[in-house]
């Protein structure tokens, strides 16, 4: 094999891999395999389309402009079949673009170490793609993880890879040819470079992360709190209710019989009526069976009420919930407070909230409230918020989503916001 067959065999290799790496990497849109073969088929075009275009004027001369014939358009075509848009999208080419860096880097220095074998290159080559997709593997449920919850910083993340990637390009055009062993050396220099940043920014990642699990683990457990608390105050309410109809009913007992005595059908009819009366605003109202649901809904339908919102509820929660209940109750509390908190923006009067839950076709969940003003979406569909600290709600909903295969939508029309979240 001659060392331009070689070449041309490790830019097919190259980018067959990259491609795949790239697909990793990508969370599609919906419906995703249809987007998903939808980018496969125009990137191999793309592909195709480069090839032949390298064949018409050669390859040193397409290597020139390959940034601006392969690598933009990739990125534009994974960007727009892409569930995420921006920079966080471009982040995961980028990141393949450092593998190709490693792998050419690995390739080049074992051939000058071989003193010039094309096939010790070869094999490199191939290796380092494949040790390379089992680092990739490790750190792509980070990088997945991340897209959902980093919204600020990733220019500074793509930037890391793209110059690194640059600079090869650089010194593979202009350089490579004239001084070997030197441009050898500098490629593997700022690839070493750059995989060290890419070892922080996966300690990055996994500290952001471990931070994340740790604040909703710290939810539920506050979750549970507010159950229990909610539960013990619900028992001493009902202590207390118990002690003054004790009291009460002695009385009642004393002036019925006086009534008894004198013949007084109307007064005590009126008694009867009234303790009725009072017997029935005493029960209290259980939303579902599940004692730490029930806790969570009635406190901040409770609040809701004091807060002047008028509150419309109908939840069918089976006794089988499909997910655990602490973390469902989260989901009700972060839905509900955020609520309550865009209804109290809103004069008395126009504040209400409708939460509805329906066991058939399937689980579903539905919280709407009134709100004022213009609400923003991201590209992933969730609600943004221009206020630091905000937003976490809403994040910790769709984390929850993910988790269950649950599907949700977030919309704002008509002076109405609504989520959904169906199983």
């Not at 994040?395 to 704002?412: G, V």
């Amino acid at each position: 094999m001659t060392q331009e067959e070689l070449i041309n065999v490790l830019i097919v290799f190259s980018h067959t891999f990259l491609g795949a790496y790239v697909m990793m990497f990508t969370e599609f849109r919906e419906p995703r395999r249809v987007w998903r073969l939808r980018w496969a088929v125009t990137a191999e075009l793309d592909i195709a389309a480069n090839g032949l275009l390298c064949a018409v004027i050669g390859r040193d001369i397409w290597m020139y402009c390959a940034v601006f014939t392969l690598t933009i358009p990739i990125i534009i075509i994974t960007v727009f079949c892409s569930l995420h848009k921006g920079l966080r999208v471009v982040f995961s080419v980028c990141t393949c673009l450092w593998v190709g860096c490693v792998a050419f880097s690995c390739s080049e220095t074992a051939y000058w170490l071989s003193g010039g074998n094309l096939w010790i290159r070869l094999a490199v080559h191939v290796a380092a793609y494949v040790a390379l997709y089992f680092v990739l593997c490790r750190f792509r449920p980070y990088y997945k993880r991340m897209v959902r919850l980093l919204d600020h910083g990733w220019s500074v993340l793509c930037m890391i890879p793209t110059v690194t990637f640059l600079v090869a390009l650089y010194i593979i055009n202009f350089l490579l040819t004239e001084k070997t062993m030197i441009s050898v050396i500098a490629i593997c220099g700022i690839t070493i470079i750059c995989t060290c940043a890419y070892s922080l920014i996966y300690l990055f990642f996994v500290k952001v992360l471990d931070d994340y699990e740790l604040k909703t683990s710290s939810d539920l457990a506050e979750v549970r709190r507010f159950a229990l608390e909610r539960q013990l105050e619900e028992t001493r309410e009902a202590e207390n209710l118990m002690r003054v109809q004790r009291r009460d009913m002695s009385c009642r007992w004393m002036m019925l019989s006086s009534f008894v005595e004198k013949n007084d059908t109307s007064a005590i009819a009126e008694l009867i009526g009234g303790a009725q009366k009072k017997l029935d605003e005493s029960v209290s109202v259980v939303w579902c069976k599940n004692q730490m649901l029930n806790a969570t809904v009635a406190a901040y339908f409770t609040k809701a009420k004091r807060e002047g919102i008028t509150v419309e509820a109908k939840l069918d929660i089976p006794d089988d919930i499909p997910v655990d209940a602490a973390e469902l109750s989260m989901v009700f509390a972060n839905a509900l407070e955020n609520a309550i908190n865009a209804c109290t923006l809103l004069p008395p009067g126009k504040r209400k909230i409708i939460c509805k839950c329906v066991e058939y076709p399937r689980f579903m969940l539905k919280v709407e409230n009134t709100y004022n003003g213009k609400v923003r979406f991201g590209s992933d569909g969730l609600p943004l918020s221009s206020e630091d600290g905000h937003g976490i709600g809403t994040r910790s909903i769709a984390a929850f989503c993910k988790k269950y295969d649950a599907s949700w939508s977030y919309d704002a029309s008509d002076g109405w916001f609504t989520l959904r979240i169906a199983f």
